[in-house]
């Protein structure tokens, strides 16, 4: 039945507003932690594994694989993705489920040539099975806490929704490592940062619609929920769903292209501790659909765990008491001068192991190398209580508040 809608849903007219459900599934973190694997899976792979996502924000020297195409030793963590959806690849259509990445820019799925134990337990693009692959001879890597996943790059017509992009490149995905990618519920990525951001060399998915006229606006827009369900929220191409959130959209401008980086003036506690209001620059955010966490700087994140009385675990995670969660002080992020108000039960992320109920904070410390100012990231905890929307035509992010109908209830 699954595969029977998926099919339709690839094979719909063009239309000028794309809508794309998103699911909602138990993040890498989640799996590894309820099946008692999360300490020694990190322990393994402890290499500075968030920080190295997020090098390009400031480059130092970047060290290259040498594989004759584009590849660098930046590290894509997915471990807390949690929202994807459907995309289809060929003619006739095969099918993959993808995280919808604003923290990174590239497309690549499994190939079937995947010699990994991930890609077996994921579906694999069938090149041979195409009339409309194009095999394009470069190679590409990208390193990942567990080792480097590497593939050849090709291009293809790729279905979104209703949309078709003619001569996409993406990469096929030969060799996949480590154990996350296994317990991974999404086959693949598809990137929805800047092209400055691209290992690949080609044009983005993003840039290829615009480039190719399928959208009506060059922009793009997320609605995310954590109401417990499967259902993720939504994903719409060119253009907005005014009926989830409530105007005016505060626009914020991009302050260097590659990621969605923008400015933040402060970051208050109950109006008891704030960061980011010592600096006339403020603070830079990232805004990343494919992490669940929102990160700043150690000593900063240190001080706020501190200040909701989280308890810190042996592998860098802080524990809160769900008792009192309703008691806990609220979050202020203000963004170009307007409030983004977090209360306990917004930012605190509720896990079931053995019949028990534990609660984790959902801040965590992540040092980004900057010379002007700190870097923190705004994941799905700050993503799922706006809407926001991703203008390539003007180079901003919008914020808006949800509607009463839209607003997440964990």
Not at 110 to 139: I, L, N, W
Request: with cysteine; net charge negative; aromatic share 12%.
């Amino acid at each position: 039945m699954w595969t029977s809608l998926l099919l339709l849903s690839c094979l719909g007219f063009v239309q000028s507003i794309v809508r794309i459900q998103l699911s909602r599934v138990p993040s890498v973190r989640s799996q590894l932690r309820a099946k008692n694997q999360l300490n020694e899976f990190l322990h393994e792979h402890q290499p500075d594994v968030f920080s190295r996502r997020y090098a390009q924000c400031f480059p130092p020297a970047i060290n290259y694989l040498h594989l004759g195409g584009k590849s660098t030793e930046r590290l894509y963590n997915f471990m807390d993705a949690q929202y994807s959806g459907e995309i289809c690849l060929g003619n006739p259509v095969q099918n993959f489920t993808v995280v919808f990445d604003t923290g990174s820019s590239d497309f690549w799925v499994p190939s079937t040539y995947c010699v990994s134990q991930a890609c077996a337990m994921h579906r694999k693009f069938k090149a041979f099975e195409s009339s409309t692959y194009t095999h394009d001879g470069r190679v590409f890597g990208i390193h990942y806490g567990s080792g480097h996943l590497l593939g050849v790059m090709a291009r293809e017509e790729l279905k979104i929704g209703s949309v078709a992009v003619q001569n996409q490149v993406f990469g096929e995905a030969v060799y996949e490592p480590g154990f996350a990618f296994v317990m991974a519920h999404f086959d693949g990525v598809l990137g929805l940062g800047f092209p400055q951001l691209a290992e690949e060399q080609g044009s983005p998915v993003f840039d290829s619609m615009i480039a190719q006229r399928t959208l009506e606006e060059p922009i793009f827009s997320f609605y995310l929920t954590n109401n417990g369900s499967g259902f993720g929220g939504e994903l719409l191409f060119g253009g907005v769903d005014e009926t989830r959130f409530v105007a005016p959209v505060n626009w914020i401008p991009v302050t260097q292209l590659g990621y969605w980086q923008i400015k933040i003036d402060a970051v208050n506690v109950q109006g008891a501790q704030s960061f980011c209001h010592q600096s006339s620059q403020g603070c830079q955010a990232i805004v990343d659909t494919g992490t669940s966490l929102i990160t700043g700087p150690s000593r900063d994140i240190l001080l706020l765990q501190q200040f909701i009385g989280a308890t810190p675990t042996a592998v860098g995670e802080y524990l809160i008491d769900c008792a009192r969660i309703s008691s806990l002080p609220v979050v202020t992020f203000i963004i170009n001068h307007v409030e983004y108000s977090l209360s306990g039960d917004m930012y605190i992320r509720r896990e079931t192991l053995n019949d028990k109920q534990m609660c984790f904070s959902g801040f965590q410390s992540i040092d980004v190398p900057s010379p002007a100012a700190s870097v923190w990231i705004l994941g799905d905890v700050f993503l799922s209580q706006v809407y926001s929307i991703y203008d390539r035509g003007n180079n901003r992010v919008g914020f808006a508040h949800l509607s009463g109908t839209s607003k997440s209830v964990v």
